[in-house]
């Protein structure tokens, strides 16, 4: 039994007002030929380095149920090609759309360091919880936000997007496709400083992320971080109806009361609010303990069951290329000294 169909040919013409052949239905986007999968709907985005247009024939002839163009590749079946005047313009519409036929809890995520961990351990969180859509890898930018969007199922019950930006503006941007209802800003750390003058200015152009808030939306921000107050002052003057902070210190909202590092987990008993928790994170390092109390804080903003977020919590696995433990033995057996 197929599942239900990302999008209809019939709701891509209602999009793009555009004459489309409905006689397909869409089960996954994408933007790369080398992983299309069956009914995927293949979008030719041209680059700076390549052409899209190029790969239309292998994206179709690879089982893509269409492809977006912004003119007919030969060669390529053409029944399968629909022709807009704009392919990125295109892949933007599409997120908005996806955006809008949903009614359900969106937590965005932006910061210096720490964004896809977080983002990951929500969705592991909340997908204990209720089904869950999560931007995947590092799709944080112009192209990855619009296209995390356009996956995104009818039927999902919480969505998360990554956000990233390396100039003014661009978060300003994306946050009014996202339309969040709780965003996390990790840290503010000096990234991207060729873009800035100063740190301060990154602070400012992290709280971008806060401009366009659902109902007025919930920012969660790190207490720990100099930048806080800045943060916070933002927040307010963007019109955020509600501010959580988390950190280590007794004066956060969410805050660490006691924690243990092993070697292959840590424990913690944090205050959220009033309420005291136990659990574990399957991460090592005081950034995961720190990264751990956003995403309970977030969980907890959207309704979302604490006790189910604190199991997954536990099984969280170094992400491919990120925080894998390595242990070095010196040459005469023995173990290096403990940190």
């Known amino acids: ?84 005047p704009d392919v990125f313009g295109a892949l933007v519409k599409l997120g908005r759309a996806a955006r809008a036929r949903v009614d359900i ?27 869950t859509h999560a931007s995947v890898l590092s799709y944080n930018n112009e192209i990855g936000v619009p296209l995390s969007l356009a996956r995104m199922p009818r039927d999902a019950a919480y969505g998360i997007f990554e956000m990233g930006m390396n100039h ?76 959580i902070s988390f950190g280590t210190a007794p004066e956060a909202d969410v805050h660490v009361l006691r924690q243990v590092m092993h070697d292959t987990c840590s424990c913690v008993v944090a205050d959220l609010g009033g309420k005291v928790m136990v659990y574990k994170t399957g991460m090592l390092g005081q950034h995961w303990i720190m990264n751990s109390l956003a995403v309970l804080a977030a969980v907890d903003a959207v309704g979302g069951d604490l006790g189910l977020a604190g199991l997954a919590l536990a099984e969280m696995t170094p992400l491919k290329g990120r925080g894998k433990r390595h242990r070095i033995f010196f040459r005469d057996g023995s173990k290096p000294p403990s940190c």
């Open 1 to 84: 039994m197929m599942p239900e169909a990302l999008w209809t040919a019939r709701e891509l013409a209602d999009v793009w007002k555009v004459d489309v052949d409905d006689a397909f239905a869409c089960h996954g986007v994408s933007i790369d030929s080398r992983t299309i999968e069956e009914g995927d709907l293949f979008f030719a985005l041209i680059g700076p380095n390549s052409d899209g247009h190029d790969y239309v024939k292998m994206a179709l002839d690879k089982g893509a149920a269409a492809a977006v163009v912004s003119h007919y590749v030969d060669g390529a079946d053409r029944d399968r090609q629909i022709k807009v």
């Open 168 to 243: 003014k503006g661009e978060l300003r941007e994306l946050v009014k496709l996202v339309r969040p209802h709780v965003a996390i800003i990790t840290t503010v750390e000096l990234a991207h400083g060729e873009f800035f003058s100063s740190v301060e200015e990154i602070a400012d152009a992290k709280a971008e992320i806060l401009t366009c808030m659902e109902d007025g939306g919930v920012a969660i921000l790190n207490h720990d971080n100099p930048h806080f107050g800045r943060l916070k002052k933002r927040a307010r003057e963007a019109g955020v109806k509600r501010i």
């Open 105 to 131: 809890p969106i937590i965005a995520v932006t910061g210096s360091a720490g964004k896809t961990g977080t983002k990951e351990a929500l969705r592991l969180a909340l997908d204990r919880d209720k089904k």
